[in-house]
């Protein structure tokens, strides 16, 4: 025994659903704009992914902004020390305190105390005699004037 197909509506088997003739122009609509809204999200997510990584940027900056302030507060506090004013009057100025021994070496002009001291001579260097070189005879010429 086989299945036999027995339609509800009998004499409507060939009737296809009638659609309105405005179905197609709806449906390219509904496509368009959910294209639309698509697109919009996706411009959106990537406006987003832009922004975030200006702010993470932006932090980096103010880490950065905060160490180095961070620095320069440690800077001034230890160029507003003693450590630092005895360091810089010994140091540069050349300054001596109370008590300190003061060695004057001979074979040197002697500079004054509290005097920074004085910047070495420039080192001659002997040449060997080298006969086409133009810078080595006008140095000889002026040794000669002199």
Do not use: C, K
């Not at 086989?2 to 509904?30: C, E, K, M, T």
């Not at 200006?54 to 902004?65: T, Y």
């Amino acid at each position: 025994m086989g299945l036999v197909r027995v339609p509800i509506n009998p004499g409507s088997q060939d009737v296809r659903r009638q659609r309105h003739p405005a179905y197609p122009a709806l449906l390219l609509l509904a496509v368009v704009v959910g294209l639309y809204f698509l697109f919009q999200h996706v411009e959106q997510l990537r406006e987003l992914s832009a922004v975030q990584a200006q702010v993470a940027e932006m932090r980096q900056n103010i880490a950065l902004g905060e160490q180095n302030t961070l620095d320069l507060e440690a800077q001034l506090r230890y160029a507003t020390s003693d450590e630092y004013v005895v360091q810089m009057a010994r140091g540069e100025l050349g300054y001596i305190q109370e008590g300190d021994e003061v060695y004057i070496l001979l074979g040197e002009p002697a500079a004054r105390l509290g005097s920074p001291p004085a910047e070495p001579p420039p080192v001659v260097e002997e040449d060997s005699f080298r006969p086409l070189d133009w810078a080595w005879w006008q140095s000889l010429f002026q040794q000669i004037r002199e």
